[in-house]
């Protein structure tokens, strides 16, 4: 059931080279899902903003707007799931869009395969929440998992999803020190490929959202050398 409600999902592929956006689409049509594409920035917003995609795989060289300043823009409209794709080798080229909300990266060259397992990786993140889970409530955070919604200090905080997602893998596992590994399986599953630091970069983005409250700084501590833990006491 979970596998047809994926391969049922929209995305939006946004390159403007014809012969990826064409082998991209046709593995993925493969696979099921239902595929829109743009071959530039300005495209991107308003295919976006049309279909409405579950999950936009986005380059981040395109002419008019680049990719970077389209996810910034769709972070400011959309929580949709973004696979962002560099030619470039640069750290900060995958830092600064995993800063701006991108969900993972892939860089060029890549094998269609891998982008495919990428992209059901994603679907799967957060979609088998049971809808009677109870709310977490602790003394500064209420989550509840099944509205995915998180208030601090009572006031709704937006969250991305891979954010969400790593505020309830701690809040689930309130007091205990989950390393990067654990959270990578937790929230991005068993089958990621990427870089570890990827779990830094979203905590960081986290707690940033979370500074309103002057006792934010002290809601999820870095224990050095292991990983990180949920501070805020239970109500």
Do not use: C
């Not at 701006?100 to 679907?123: H, M, N, Q, W």
């Amino acid at each position: 059931m979970l596998m047809n409600m994926m391969n049922s999902a929209t995305i939006l592929v946004v390159d403007d080279e014809p012969t990826i956006v064409k082998t991209v689409r046709a593995y993925l049509e493969r696979e099921g899902y239902t595929v829109h594409t743009a071959s530039d920035g300005l495209q991107a917003l308003q295919a976006a903003r049309a279909f409405k995609p579950d999950l936009v795989v986005l380059d981040i060289m395109l002419p008019e707007i680049d990719g970077l300043e389209v996810l910034r823009r769709l972070r400011q409209e959309s929580d949709v799931w973004v696979l962002m794709l560099t030619a470039r080798a640069e750290e900060m080229d995958k830092v600064l869009g995993l800063k701006l909300g991108a969900d993972d990266y892939l860089t060029k060259p890549f094998s269609p395969r891998e982008l495919v397992a990428r992209v059901e990786a994603i679907l799967r993140r957060g979609r088998g929440l049971a809808p009677s889970e109870p709310k977490l409530v602790f003394s500064h955070l209420r989550i509840d998992p099944a509205a995915r919604r998180v208030w601090l200090d009572g006031e709704e905080v937006e969250l991305t999803p891979i954010e969400f997602d790593l505020l309830l893998a701690l809040a689930r596992h309130h007091g205990r020190v989950l390393s990067r590994e654990q959270l990578i399986e937790l929230v991005w599953g068993y089958d990621y490929y990427g870089d570890e630091r990827v779990v830094d970069v979203h905590i960081g983005r986290l707690r940033k959202k979370l500074e309103r409250s002057s006792l934010a700084h002290h809601l999820i501590a870095t224990v050095r050398g292991v990983g990180y833990r949920l501070e805020d006491e239970i109500a």
